[in-house]
């Protein structure tokens, strides 16, 4: 039980990284209508916006550690938003009223440029940095000596995960920017019509979808203590799992579907073999997509006539 429980907490951290950038694809997708297949290399970015920020501030002499966190955020977020907004310009608003797979087509050439400019502006190899947050908590210690740990890294991913799930959950069902969303979700053109900015509404979407995978890729640096050019393409394939296996649109589902991944992944690791670890992941997905074709919170799409 004392491994289970260990094994449970790994699960749940993962997960939630998993769900951060599963928010970012399950929003643009939710009003455009397209999977933005360069998302996880956003992710990328913003884990090397967040070590270069790190490097930065640590040469100019600052030490400490919350300053040097807020300000590595806002940069990360702010730069990674110009990102996703650079993206839907150049990648999707062209493409817009074009036959439905240009956009996606452009989107995965727009992976490809991210991962290989990554590669050659920063090199192949893994980089990495000490740890930044060390302690944590013993839950338990049982009689043959094993240890139940809860970092305080871990507690800062997972908080993040669930305060930033409700801020956006209340942004799109509260405020006027949520209700533009939900209304260019349903109709554009009569969107339009009714005054909504749909340009600037969908731009806004990449951009916070952008910000959400900075913050990811920040808890992916603190946690694992690397980044690498390749990880956004791994973790961004996890994370459009995730969006399809809770919902793909569903933003509670995005979340509840990487949790989802991260637990399968790390429990089948832990009692498995962890070369097969994304083979039972997707098998799971194949098989609860199967009974559930709309995912685990996914609502049936109705067609008007």
Not at 51 to 59: D, K, P
Request: with cysteine; glycine share 10%; hydrophobic share 55%.
């Amino acid at each position: 039980m004392d491994y289970f429980t260990q094994q449970l907490i790994n699960g749940l951290v993962l997960g939630s990284i998993y769900g951060l950038i599963a928010i970012g694809y399950t929003m643009v997708y939710g009003i455009v209508g397209m999977i933005n297949f360069a998302h996880g290399d956003v992710f990328m970015i913003g884990g090397f916006i967040a070590l270069i920020t790190f490097l930065i501030l640590i040469s100019l002499g600052l030490t400490a550690i919350p300053l040097i966190l807020l300000v590595v955020l806002l940069v990360s977020m702010a730069i990674t938003a110009l990102y996703g907004w650079t993206i839907e310009r150049i990648a999707y608003r062209p493409l817009r009223h074009s036959f439905r797979l240009a956009p996606m087509l452009s989107a995965i050439g727009m992976s490809f440029v991210l991962t290989n400019y990554s590669q050659v502006a920063q090199g192949a190899r893994v980089k990495p940095i000490p740890p930044f947050i060390t302690g944590g908590y013993t839950l338990h210690e049982s009689a043959d000596g094993f240890v139940i740990q809860l970092s305080n890294i871990q507690i800062m991913v997972v908080v993040t995960t669930i305060v930033l799930l409700g801020l956006f959950t209340w942004l799109v069902s509260r405020t006027r920017l949520g209700r533009d969303m939900r209304a260019c979700e349903q109709d554009q053109t009569m969107a339009a019509l009714l005054g909504v900015n749909v340009d600037r509404t969908i731009s806004m979407t990449f951009v916070i979808g952008a910000a959400l995978a900075a913050v990811a890729g920040l808890m992916y640096l603190l946690y694992y203590g690397l980044v690498d050019f390749f990880m956004g393409f791994v973790a961004g394939i996890k994370a459009f799992t995730a969006a399809v296996l809770g919902g793909i649109g569903s933003l509670p589902g995005a979340m509840l579907g990487g949790l989802a991944i991260g637990l399968i992944e790390t429990f089948w690791s832990a009692y498995f073999s962890v070369e097969y670890k994304d083979v039972a992941a997707f098998s799971i997905l194949i098989v609860v997509l199967i009974f559930m074709p709309t995912g685990l919170l996914g609502r049936p799409e109705v067609e008007k006539v």
